[in-house]
């Protein structure tokens, strides 16, 4: 019954901030690695960021060097701390976690989605 629940979208002005925040139940958090994804209504859902089980991060071209994606083990709870937002950000943002229950079987789980609007 795994379950992840997303907070912190809202309106912001094009240069502004957020941070996004994904708490966890129903896994052992700390041994999984955590994904943000992002959606335009009627586009494909795209991968933002991914942060490994050990911290280790990875970033899409189009974020590099102004999201960051860290954990915090204790609280099971991932952010997307979000800098210099542009118009084109804006999407639904999405938390993500992908693991295997048995041999040859993998479930994906994903949060409710937050919505992130970007003004300019």
């Known amino acids: 019954q795994v379950q992840l629940v997303e907070s912190g979208g809202g309106l912001v002005q094009a240069g502004g901030s957020l941070r996004l925040s994904c708490a966890a139940s129903g896994i052992t958090f700390s041994s999984n690695a955590m994904d943000w994804y992002r959606q335009v209504s009627g586009k494909q859902r795209e991968l933002v960021a991914t942060?490994?089980?050990?911290?280790?991060?990875n970033y899409a071209d189009f974020v590099k060097g102004r999201f960051t994606i860290s954990r915090d083990n204790a609280k099971s709870t991932v952010y997307l701390q979000m800098n210099s937002l542009k118009p084109e950000d804006t999407a639904e943002y999405y938390c993500?976690?992908?693991?295997?229950?048995?041999?040859?079987?993998?479930?994906?789980?994903w949060g409710q989605g937050t919505q992130v609007t970007v003004s300019s």
């Open positions: 993500h976690v992908s693991r295997v229950i048995r041999i040859g079987v993998r479930v994906d789980y």
């Open positions: 942060i490994s089980s050990g911290g280790s991060t």
